[in-house]
């Protein structure tokens, strides 16, 4: 009797502990899903910015902005999945971010948010923002075009390109000193600013090998070149004129076709990163464009 009348005594308690403890273990694993795709440090008051980084690039990439930037807004710096420190995903690697990010601003309520983005992220930028046309206040992207395929591949037409290329597959076999070969000869070409080549190349050595494989498939399969036409919000293109600027002003205006409204502006002696290769000039631009 005295048996029974403790688990009656009892039951309720541990009824209500496991249900609660069941409902954090709800919470954090809801929260892990909608998180992982990314890592976000947010620093700073105001309108929100988001900053996306460059492919294989941490959020790190927007050290010197952030510090000047978070002085008047509240800035959301992004890493992706596979990068830096942030554990690979699987799947759809690119779709996820896009799908997560959509999720992180209506969850936390964010107020047209400005997005900033270099390269890839200014590519997932149009993205975003080609899908939800109302969501945004303003694109600034830097160096960034809505098909990446098509400047890189020859006569592209929009074709899909498979996971399981001869390309893909030999930089999967690669070995570390290899693949740090590789990317110690890319780099030069990408920035010219000696002492961030180190950071960069550092950043690409320590990339999650399949992401950084899949992951690139992913973002030359992304042709927005016909979607953009259903973007809203202004779209200021900060892009380097090197190697010349016929040719890329000639790129730029073939790729942005659908988007009449989009102003562009170019850097002199400028390769990829803008931002470490002409950073006052970057700072100004941007400064004067989120006014």
Known sequence: MIGCIKREILNPIVIKTTAFIFFLLLVSVLTAKSQAAFQVVVKGQGQP?????????TGEV??????????????????????????????????KIKDDVLAYVKE??????ILLGHSLGGTLSLWLASIEPDMFSKIIAVEALPSSAALMIPGYKGEPISYDNPQS???????????????????????KNAEKQKVLIDWMNKADRKTYVYGYVDMLNLDLREAI??????????GAANPDKTTVEKTYKAQYEKLASVVIHYAE???????YDQPNWFMEKLLNNLK
């Not at 999967?172 to 030069?188: E, H, K």
């Not at 036409?229 to 900060?238: A, E, Q």
């Open 269 to 275: 002696n400028s390769a990829h990163f803008v931002m």
């Open 169 to 191: 597959k030999m930089m999967l076999r690669m070995d570390s000193a290899s693949f740090a070969a590789m990317n110690a000869q890319t780099v030069p070409y990408m920035c």
């Open 49 to 57: 910015v988001l900053l996306f980084p460059g492919f294989a690039c």
């Open 108 to 113: 936390r309520k964010l107020k047209k948010p």
């Open 229 to 238: 036409v259903r973007i809203k919000i202004p779209v200021i293109v900060l």
């Open 62 to 95: 927007w050290d010197e902005t952030v510090a000047e930037l978070s002085k008047t807004h509240q800035c959301h710096v992004f890493t992706f999945a596979g990068f830096g420190n942030v554990a690979p995903i699987e799947g759809q690697w690119l779709a």
